[in-house]
Nanobody
């Protein structure tokens, strides 16, 4: 069983930055593709970014490309999302997710991921 725990969310002004972390345990983190998703109130969960098992491949939604950076530290079993130039429309609960079947996952559908964290709230004020 894989456990994922996000942290780092909070309230920030538009144009500011935040770094989210996702600590993994109970599995072999270094072999998993990982992703960040977000869900705003009243909306479906949407893809933000994903990263390959070794960190060499990344993929971003158009809405965050150039502002967000996904990374991982396999020695620490931790996934990160550096968010810059934040906008009010980035307000959402952010979730990390693990694909335990494949080391790369460029499919933005949440259905391709098997384990999820509980989420961390990010609120961007205008």
């Amino acid at each position: 069983q894989v456990q994922l725990v996000e942290s780092g969310g909070g309230l920030v002004q538009a144009g500011g930055s935040l770094r989210l972390s996702c600590a993994a345990s109970g599995g072999t983190f270094k072999t998993y593709a990982m992703g960040w998703f977000r869900q705003a109130p009243g909306k479906e969960r949407e893809f933000a970014a994903s990263i390959s098992w070794n960190g060499r491949g990344t993929y971003y939604a158009d809405s965050v490309k150039g502002r967000f950076t996904i990374s991982r530290d396999n020695a620490k079993n931790t996934l990160y999302l550096q968010m810059s130039s934040l906008k009010p429309e980035d307000t959402a609960v952010y979730y990390c997710a693990a694909d335990v079947n494949f080391g790369t996952n460029w499919n933005p559908s949440p259905s391709g991921y098997h384990y999820w964290g509980q989420g961390t709230q990010v609120t961007v004020s205008s």
